[in-house]
């Protein structure tokens, strides 16, 4: 091999090396479908807490939705901006909100479709601005059936993600799609299997029992979380390259 060749090749590999090790950080930010939990919540569980141990030590992900938080109060309770100051070139921002933006009797949560899809191209243009990269989420699904058929539970806001994704050309994870087919391949019945669903007494945090067809279990978060990393393959986003590769048995 000639010095030229030998020197080309090791300014490759550590150009490779230098880039695999680039620490980034993935932000999640939107409502309790996805936040961390308290422990006195228990069985209740976010999708973007087991969501954080599929990457390798390259990624730190930043689990900052909340409870009861819409675009609107997420904005407004000054929860965006530390994560706008904080972005650096090459971090990521799922964005996934709508079960209370879409909420008419909770005026402190409403938003309206507009409003919406306003604060929607805000987290989007201040993302892009650090030169980061915004995905985009549709609301997860409801549990509702009819019929032995699993329902469509945000009609009014799915669309408004999806036409803003489309506007913008922002990568979209149909949360809301996906989420309907799991169900439905549980079925009406074994689909209670991926919610908060006890008998009294069942458990101590939930002395009454509790019926929560919107909040995961560990079982349901999983999955759900599963689907998100499925999204990400599926579209070749750079991110998938710091998925967690599967121990080859030797």
Known sequence: MSLIKGIMLAILVMTAFHQSAKKITVYLIGDSTMSNKKIEAYPETGWGM???YFFDSSVVVDNRAR?????????????????ADKLKEGDYVFIQ????????????????????????????????????????????????????????????YTPLVIEIA???????????AKSRELLQKFGEE????????????????YPEGKIDNTHFNEFGARLIAQLVLSEIKTQKMDLADRIVKPMVKK
């Open 50 to 52: 087991p969501f954080k």
């Open 67 to 83: 409870n009861g938080r819409s675009t609107r109060s997420f904005i407004s309770e000054n929860l965006w901006q530390p994560v």
């Open 97 to 156: 909100f709508g079960h209370n933006d879409e909420s008419k009797e909770k005026v402190d949560r409403y938003t309206t479709p507009e409003e919406y899809k306003a604060n929607l191209m805000k987290f989007i243009t201040e993302t892009r601005a650090k030169n980061a990269n915004p995905i985009l989420l549709t609301p997860v699904s409801r549990r509702k059936f009819k019929d032995g058929n699993a329902q469509e539970t945000h009609k009014a």
């Open 166 to 176: 489309a506007q913008q050309n922002v990568p979209l994870i149909d949360m809301d």
């Open 190 to 205: 074994q689909s209670k299997l991926l919610f908060v669903q006890l008998a009294p007494g069942e458990h101590p945090n």
